[in-house]
């Protein structure tokens, strides 16, 4: 199993970012995924989630910003991020809600 995360990098205060994760080697479209993110210091934090039947789930700090989504077609699930704050900045990680298999992270900074 593979996952590859992609889309970060350095965007002001108030910006956007598209994060997107490609995963193969698992029947993608049955598998519930999760983004987290680990700032500097401190522990890693889900940030939002996704089911197979497209339920989604916001950690209070980036509800109404973030939005999380998925492409079975694609075997990739996405994350839109707008209004992103220094807050924000960390490494973002995908993650299979079963097995647990992580991505090997995308930094994403945001200078104010």
């Known amino acids: 199993v593979q996952l590859q995360a992609s889309g970060g990098g350095l965007v002001q205060a108030g910006g956007s970012l598209r994060l997107s994760c490609a995963a193969s080697?698992?029947?993608?479209?049955?598998?519930?995924m999760d983004w987290y993110r680990q700032a500097p210091g401190e522990q890693r934090e889900l940030v939002a989630s996704i089911t197979s039947s497209e339920t989604t789930n916001y950690a209070d700090s980036v509800m109404g910003r973030f939005t999380i989504s998925r492409d079975n077609a694609k075997s990739t699930v996405y994350l839109q991020m707008n209004s992103l704050k220094p807050e924000d900045t960390a490494v973002y990680y995908c993650?299979?809600?079963?097995?647990?298999?992580w991505g090997q992270g995308t930094l994403v900074t945001v200078s104010s």
């Open positions: 993650r299979t809600r079963a097995f647990s298999y």
């Open positions: 080697g698992i029947i993608f479209s049955v598998i519930d």
